[in-house]
């Protein structure tokens, strides 16, 4: 796979696929946002107005299903990596074994495993 910028293709560079399907909800700085995609390293939304910019760091202190309203505690330490416009991009920089588990979860659409999460 390859993207195309401005009459180049680079090749792809993105170590962790990520997915657009099923779409999650994040919070940060006090906002919920709705992914358009996601994975193991880290988020994209498209309807970002924080004041963050490229390689600041920040906590994701919220993570679920877009199609519910609770969100589960989480901690994420994340990094800024794209912000153009309305679009923002972050990285995953430290992610720990729970973290990881309820990011499983969520992109396995394990329901079972989620509200077990969501009670510890």
Known sequence: MS???VGRILPYQRRNN????PAINVSFGGQRYQTVDWGLGGF???AFHGKLRKDEEFVLD??????E???MPIHIVCRAVR???EEFSAT????SSDAY????ALMLHRKKVLEKLKTR
């Not at 919220?62 to 199609?67: K, L, S, T, V």
């Not at 995953?92 to 992610?95: A, H, Q």
């Not at 588990?101 to 499983?104: A, F, Q, S, T, V």
């Open 44 to 46: 994209r939304i498209d």
């Open 101 to 104: 588990e309820k990011i499983e």
């Open 69 to 71: 309203d609770e969100l």
């Open 18 to 21: 990520r997915v657009e399907v």
């Open 62 to 67: 919220g993570i679920g299903p877009a199609d």
């Open 3 to 5: 993207q195309r910028i």
């Open 92 to 95: 995953f920089t430290e992610l």
């Open 83 to 85: 912000r153009n416009r």
